[in-house]
């Protein structure tokens, strides 16, 4: 069985102040990561995925996510907020051959000007 | 590469009554999901495709929804009838073969039930 937990339903963050999402994960095998974006009224759309290469994954619009297995988190972090940011961010999991995800709860981040 | 189409992107309907949704994923696409995803959380999967065939639909409540995918490409999912829980947006999302490759989502249809 796998499951994410994201810390932290909103948050808010100043233009150009860091961003860290928070997302922890469970699972019974090597788990394959992932982040992805939803903007208002819009389908999801992939920021970034760990997938067993390096632990520090860099993705589109700046957003990068660190792979911690001893702490079993996948933070999603971006030096400086642009307000364009402003969105519904997911982290999600697979494992295994059946490609499931299983997201988190999401967390919707502000960026006040 | 034309992405993943679904329709309607919106559809409002009274309870008991019946609804369906239409899914077109990439093109090449083996594997099909839909996922449930009620305001405020994160999406949920309902049923799993690889071609035409169910890999998983553990989490589909069978009672009243059902899915089809006509010859491995286009897929149906429907509701009846529906219930006010139902209200949610409903994605659709493909990914070529292969282990935990990327999933790509469409806009969603997005249900109210009065």
């Known amino acids: 069985a796998q499951s994410v937990t994201q810390l932290g339903s909103h948050v808010s963050v100043s233009e150009g102040a860091l961003v860290l999402l928070r997302c922890n994960y469970s699972?019974?095998?090597?788990?394959?990561l992932f982040w992805y974006v939803q903007y208002p009224n819009q389908g999801l759309q992939l920021l970034l995925k760990?997938?067993?290469?390096?632990?520090l994954v860099k993705g589109i619009n700046g957003f990068e996510a660190e792979f911690k297995k001893s702490e079993t988190s996948f933070h999603l972090t971006k030096p400086s907020a642009h307000m364009s940011d402003a969105a519904e961010y997911f982290c999600?999991?697979?494992?295994?051959?059946?490609?499931?995800?299983?997201f988190g709860g999401g967390t919707r981040l502000m960026v006040k000007p | 590469e034309a992405g993943v189409a679904q329709s309607p992107r919106y559809k409002i309907i009274e309870k008991r009554q019946s609804v369906a949704f239409w899914c077109n994923p990439i093109s090449g696409h083996a594997t099909l999901y839909w996922y449930q995803q009620i305001l405020g959380q994160g999406p949920k999967l309902l049923i799993q495709?690889?071609?035409?065939?169910?890999?998983?639909d553990s989490q589909l409540p069978k009672d009243r929804f059902s899915a089809e995918r006509l010859k491995g490409v286009d897929s149906t999912l429907k509701i009846q009838p529906a219930k006010l829980e139902d209200s949610a947006v409903y994605l659709c999302?493909?990914?070529?073969?292969?282990?935990?490759?990327?999933?790509?989502f469409g806009q969603g249809t997005r249900l109210t039930v009065v």
């Open positions: 495709f690889q071609n035409n065939g169910v890999v998983d």
């Open positions: 999600a999991v697979t494992s295994g051959a059946g490609n499931m995800l299983t």
């Open positions: 699972s019974s095998v090597p788990p394959y």
């Open positions: 760990y997938t067993s290469a390096a632990t």
């Open positions: 999302a493909s990914s070529p073969r292969g282990v935990n490759t990327e999933a790509f």
